[in-house]
């Protein structure tokens, strides 16, 4: 049989897997068809979408099959993407659903800085006291400079 599945309205160029990979690296200039012509490569391609990481852009790509998905990953990882305006080396693995759940692991991230500023105040109070020691040559040095500025002066 199998006859069914006509509906999916205006996606039914696209069919989602579970055979997903994700693609980092890419330029920001890459577009989705440029992202699916080039992990064409790779087997049969059934999705693909980016969207922005940072100052770039990442890319999902479903597969018809694991066997395409495997494919793509072996032979694309760490390959060269070219479009008309950039060329660059993307990274391909299997999608573990940390694309979409990496955002909200952000929080947990900028409390860990805080704990580390604490620790650096507190040493440079240890370093104050040699700052008190080195001023006392300093007044030295300004007589030396001002005499070198008097001395120039008078040959004007």
């Given at each position: ?19 997903r ?18 992990m ?44 008309p305006?950039?060329?660059c ?9 940390s ?53 120039s002066?008078?040959?004007?």
């Amino acid at each position: 049989g199998g006859g069914g599945g006509g509906g999916g309205g205006g996606g039914a160029a696209f069919k989602r897997t579970e055979h997903r990979v994700v693609v980092t690296g890419l330029p920001i200039s890459c577009s989705w068809q440029d992202l699916k012509d080039h992990m064409r490569k790779g087997g049969d391609v059934t999705f693909a979408q980016v969207m922005r990481d940072g100052d770039g852009l990442m890319g999902l790509v479903d597969y018809a099959t694991a066997d395409d998905m495997h494919d793509a990953i072996r032979n694309l990882d760490d390959s060269e993407f070219r479009n008309p305006f950039d060329r660059c080396y993307i990274r391909v693995r299997k999608d573990d659903g940390s694309a979409e759940n990496g955002h909200r692991r952000s929080p947990s991230r900028s409390r860990s800085p805080r704990g580390r500023a604490h620790s650096r105040s507190v040493s440079p109070r240890g370093k104050g006291r040699s700052v008190s020691y080195s001023r006392s040559p300093a007044p030295v040095r300004h007589r030396s400079v001002s005499e070198g500025r008097s001395r120039s002066r008078s040959a004007e």
